[in-house]
């Protein structure tokens, strides 16, 4: 599994591999160029709900990953689609949050990583 993370505000590299925006809103004064995006899948994003519940708050990490997880395994056709770009070689999951630990992106990679391991076994 070769899952990166990078800001949406970090230069894009050729050793990104697929490069998906896991954000449901695009990423301030950012183009289309600026991106170089392979795809956005703002469906993977949490709800707008979630996310100004978590609010990047440290002490509700647990929490937001539980109810994160709930609303992604109602997405199962989009995880599909990353995980078929993993077992082609790397995704690189782009996010627009300053915040770097607790973030959708990070619980995203989390959530794929458990996915790929219930399917190896």
Request: aromatic share 10%; net charge positive; charged share 35%.
């Amino acid at each position: 599994m070769d899952i990166r993370l990078k800001r949406a505000y970090c230069k894009p590299e050729r050793l990104d591999g697929f490069r998906v925006l896991v954000d449901g809103l695009w990423p301030r004064g950012l183009s289309k160029d600026d991106l170089q995006l392979d795809a956005w899948l703002k469906e993977l994003a949490p709800s707008a709900a979630l996310r100004r519940w978590f609010g990047h708050d440290a002490d509700r990490w647990q929490e937001f990953k539980q109810r994160y997880f709930a609303e992604l395994d109602e997405n199962p056709d989009l995880i599909k689609v990353l995980l078929r770009e993993l077992r082609r070689g790397r995704v690189t999951l782009v996010y627009g949050a300053r915040e770097e630990k607790f973030n959708n992106a990070v619980a995203l990679k989390d959530y794929l990583g458990k996915k790929l391991r219930q399917h190896a076994e």
